[in-house]
């Protein structure tokens, strides 16, 4: 790379530094003046489940671009395990590390 390349980049990181840094402390700065309703606040602790559900399901379910949920699809199996596994022991390590394995082997039977 040339070196003007290398100081726009830069500049671009910097400048998207700022950008998200500002936007940031907008909502802090907002929130410390305005206080929303309490309908607002507890919706928005549905928030994280809501997100991390979108991003998760579809991982467990859709192979090569279609819904399936049979028995034979590891990844939904071993989310089940890890899905039962979080519920009893509330515990991160046991649900990654008990889904991990429960993949690993499933995938090996089922392949």
């Known amino acids: 790379m040339e ?6 980049i830069w ?6 530094g700022i950008l998200t840094y500002l936007t940031r402390l907008s909502f802090i ?11 607002v606040t507890s919706a928005l ?13 579809p991982e467990l379910v859709v192979v090569d671009n279609a819904l399936d949920f049979s028995l034979a699809n590891a990844r939904m199996l071993a989310g089940i395990v890890a899905i039962l596994v979080a519920w009893r022991t509330k515990s991160a390590l046991w649900t990654i590390a008990v889904g991990f394995a429960a993949f ?5 039977i089922l392949a």
């Open 3 to 8: 070196r003007e390349e290398m100081s726009d």
């Open 45 to 57: 602790r549905y928030v994280p489940v809501a997100v991390l559900t979108a991003i998760i399901i």
């Open 29 to 39: 700065l907002l929130l410390d003046k305005w206080q929303p309703p309490q309908i």
């Open 11 to 16: 500049i671009i990181m910097i400048a998207v």
């Open 104 to 108: 690993l082997l499933l995938n090996a």
